[in-house]
């Protein structure tokens, strides 16, 4: 199939423990804010940090607030036009824990509000969109509801696209995290040598995609896919996965290595993804190195809306020319890689944004001023 | 508008309680990756030795993904007990396609779909979008509802475990397949698209459908 059309990212939201809002975010990033909190009351007689939302309204309820915001904001009468790819990893699954943990059994679930469909399925009673898909590949799976909203317009089969990256926190991800030993009990440090590993954290990040390109849009340039076929859990230590997806996503952007001048980092703060992203970071990007961070020692790790809020981190990147440092990274443990130590202003046309996930799932976007 | 696939190859599996008769021993001879392999992993493997599907990309759908592992999560914590690393690992949706990427060693693009009852036609409709590039490629469904106290949610449901899978490739020709009457009682919603492809599906004759976008 020909038709490749350009694909324009012309609105964005988001809600994380860095911010209310995709300014309040970057501000955190770029000023280091102290977002990530410590709590006692997940993992039995074990204190993790965690990145929460401290509000009143849950998740959903915020969603609609802010889904009435961009029908103000943008050209958008409705939602009639326009398909809703949601990406989540737990979808309704803090909902479906209260109900068990309070019942003790599974009577009152209601087996529409439990899956990852829950989020499009609340949406679905308030608005009416053209269609709607829900991906759940764990941590890259709204890295992949972008990558299909970009192939979606680039092929002509639609014109608007509404991307939601949401996961809520619950029990079963950072309990589930901590028996797998990778949590930290304070802030996490990617690529620091003293890292104790990542944060589970809870947030959306929204995300207008479409044909029209408007005043400050940014482009979605590129996608890459692929798969680690090594481990469940454990990425691929040469990240030949993380490399091949990288090189994918320049192809379909075409674009070569020296074109990207940032970027931002799957970076979860567990020693086994820092040595897998890195090598492959430092394998394929030989002549010119560009600017690496990890944004998650701000926002935690959400998960499933982890590839949204980055890809709102890249369109801030562009959009105010500025690159984030790394928190918290003091000591370097793997040399070759042209980190990021203080947030600077500098030129920069096309940032890189990966996402990685159990079962070796690997996602890259790149994202480029549009011209 | 309107992606005709051709049906290239088209297998399923169900079963009231679980389906039997598989054949892992011989498909996943590594014990230790065996052992840990999830019931969805040994269906959707079974399914992908069916269709002698080895190699590509894979779009997977599944309405309620991992319940074993996920029912296993919720009562040790609710129990106070220890969580099984294994049982997080495989709570994901992804994690049936993940093994068969890792057993099969196919490093290509592998998507996961959960869209509720529509499940299986939204992997129809991604499929085919996906399938505008030229490849041939593996569409599969799978829903594995075995879990104690099932039935305190599950009324309608008769088949527990039930998956299917087609290779498909895009084609310009005119569709021999109508999967808008679906009579798939007691199968799960989220399959029943596919299901009645599959079918349908005759190795005498071209087996094409016209998906809607």
Do not use: W
């Amino acid at each position: 199939m020909k038709i490749s059309n350009k694909v324009y990212i012309n609105y964005f939201d988001s809600i994380s423990c860095a911010g209310d809002n995709s300014e309040e975010l970057f501000e955190s990033i770029c000023k280091k804010k102290d977002t990530i909190s410590v709590h006692t009351n997940y993992v039995k007689e074990k204190s993790v940090a965690i990145g929460k939302i401290l509000k009143d309204k849950d998740l959903n309820e915020l969603l609609f607030d802010r889904l009435e915001e961009l029908l103000i904001n943008t050209k958008l009468k409705d939602f009639s036009n326009t398909l809703l790819v949601i990406g989540s990893s737990v979808g309704g699954m803090n909902e479906t824990e209260r109900l068990f943990f309070e019942n003790k059994n599974y009577e009152k679930i209601n087996p529409k509000k439990h899956p990852i469909d829950a989020i499009a399925y609340f949406l679905n009673q308030k608005y009416s969109f053209y269609d709607d898909v829900s991906f759940s590949t764990a941590c890259t799976s709204s890295a992949n509801a972008l990558g299909y909203a970009k192939e979606v317009i680039a092929k002509g089969i639609y014109e608007n696209v509404l991307v939601i990256g949401i996961d809520a926190l619950s029990h079963t991800t950072v309990c589930g995290f901590s028996s797998l030993s990778v949590l930290s009990s304070k802030p996490c440090t990617p690529f620091n040598k003293d890292r104790e590993g990542m944060n589970v954290s809870e947030g959306f990040g929204i995300l207008l995609l479409q044909k029209q390109k408007q005043k400050n849009s940014i482009e979605l340039c590129g996608v890459g896919y692929s798969s680690d076929a090594h481990h469940m859990t454990q990425p691929h230590p040469e990240g030949l996965g993380a490399r091949k997806a990288m090189e994918n996503a320049l192809l379909n952007a075409d674009l070569t290595i020296n074109d990207i001048g940032y970027i931002n980092a799957h970076g979860t703060g567990t020693y086994a993804n820092d040595f897998s992203e890195l090598n492959a970071i430092n394998s394929l990007f030989i002549d010119k190195k560009p600017k690496v961070s990890s944004t998650k020692s701000i926002t935690g790790h959400t998960l499933g809306a982890a590839g949204a809020i980055e890809a709102i981190i890249s369109c801030m990147v562009l959009d105010k020319q500025i690159i984030p440092s790394n928190k918290g990274l003091d000591e370097i443990e793997i040399e070759g890689i042209n980190y990021s130590m203080e947030t600077i202003s500098t030129e920069v046309d096309y940032v890189l944004s990966n996402s990685f996930a159990f079962g070796g799932n690997n996602t890259s976007l790149i994202f480029g001023l549009a011209k | 508008m309107k992606i005709n696939l051709e049906i290239l190859e088209a297998s399923y599996l169900f079963g009231e309680k679980e389906v039997e008769n598989l054949n892992t021993k011989e498909l996943v001879p590594t014990m230790v990756l065996r052992r840990r392999l999830t019931r969805a992993a040994k269906l959707i493997i079974e399914l992908m030795s069916k269709v002698n599907f080895k190699d590509g990309r894979i779009i997977y759908g599944t309405s309620f993904g991992e319940l074993l592992a996920t029912s296993n999560i919720l009562n040790s914590i609710l129990k106070d007990d220890i969580l099984s690393p294994t049982d997080f690992q495989n709570s994901v949706y992804n994690t049936a396609v993940s093994y068969s990427s890792i057993l099969q060693k196919n490093t290509s693009e592998i998507l996961t779909i959960s869209s509720g009852e529509e499940t299986s036609l939204k992997v129809l409709k991604v499929g085919s979008i996906k399938a505008l590039d030229g490849d041939e490629i593996l569409l599969v469904c799978c829903e594995t509802l075995n879990i104690n106290n099932i039935e305190e949610v599950n009324t309608c449901i008769d088949f527990l475990e039930s998956a299917v899978a087609l290779k498909v490739r895009v084609t310009q020709e005119e569709a021999t397949i109508n999967f808008d009457d679906i009579q798939n009682d007691g199968y799960p919603k989220a399959i029943e698209h596919i299901l009645q492809i599959a079918k349908n599906f005759s190795n005498n004759k071209k087996n094409i459908i016209e998906v809607e976008i």
